[in-house]
């Protein structure tokens, strides 16, 4: 059976001690909540996931990383490596993040390369897609979700599968405070389900968690988790107050 998850994206924010009082006061938050076959995740800057992994030891939350560049090691400056995130107990990586792609260049090749080297660490990844304004005005959004699973995932083997999370992010609805309605973000996962299931199979379709990303708050989360092929949420701006991320965990 897939799993819930409600994945928080810190993106650029938090200090050292902003990292410490969130992560203390999502725990309070959540720590009498029956969390069934749900997972909470937070996603810290890399200078502060190593203090973020040892506060949230013992609790439900799970700290998972914002990027890892695909090489071992080397010469790449100011990149950090699987080996490093594993030296610190992370498990789980966010690839793909429309930011990353827009300000950083990162491609779907590129992005291949990436989530062949989580596998190859026996990390997972939380990988994110989705389209353009201009690619849904064009009624092109199904065409560029599924070139943008075929060409950074599809290599993949079926058995990789129990390592990948997928988070559709339509980039017009992140950070912009719109979001996409119930019925679109159904629409799409129920889309993205089905091409998983011709690439492989029915019961990798069924498996796959696939996480709604864009403007998700305390007062649409309910609606939007309520639909049969959103398992949750990767949420940003939502996850930097304790209380509206609990909220969210709740909603779910
Ligand atoms: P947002 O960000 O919730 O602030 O729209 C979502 C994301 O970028 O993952």
């Not at 897939?2 to 994945?7: F, G, L, P, W, Y």
């Not at 629409?187 to 299931?197: D, L, T």
Request: hydrophobic share 40%; proline share 2%; glycine share 6%.
């Amino acid at each position: 059976m897939r799993q819930k998850i409600v994945a928080g994206n810190w993106k650029m924010n938090n200090d050292k001690q902003e990292t410490k009082t969130l992560i203390e006061d999502v725990k309070t938050e959540i720590e009498n909540l029956s969390l069934e076959n749900t997972r909470v995740i937070v996603a810290p800057s890399f200078v502060n996931l190593e203090s973020a992994v040892n506060l949230a030891e013992g609790s439900s939350i799970e700290v998972v990383a914002q990027n890892m560049h695909q090489a071992k090691s080397g010469a790449y400056t100011g990149e950090i490596s699987a080996d490093m995130l594993k030296s610190i107990g992370i498990k789980s990586v966010i690839l793909g993040h429309s930011e990353r792609r827009t300000y950083f260049g990162e491609t779907d090749e590129l992005l291949a390369e990436k989530v062949n080297a989580v596998l190859e660490n026996d990390l997972e990844t939380i990988f994110c897609f989705g389209e353009l304004l201009e690619d849904r005005k064009s009624d092109n959004h199904f065409n560029v979700v599924e070139s943008q699973l075929k060409n950074a995932l599809f290599h993949l083997e079926a058995k990789d599968w129990s390592s990948i999370v997928l988070a559709y992010e339509p980039v017009w609805a992140i950070g912009t405070g719109e979001t996409a309605s119930p019925e679109q973000a159904q629409e799409m996962h129920a889309f993205i389900r089905s091409i998983v299931e011709k690439q492989y199979n029915k019961e990798v379709a069924d498996n796959v968690s696939i996480l709604y990303g864009g403007s998700v708050k305390p007062a649409n989360a309910e609606e939007i988790f309520s639909k049969p092929d959103v398992d949750g949420g990767l949420i940003g701006g939502a996850a930097l107050k304790a209380s509206d991320f609990s909220a969210i965990i709740k909603a779910i």
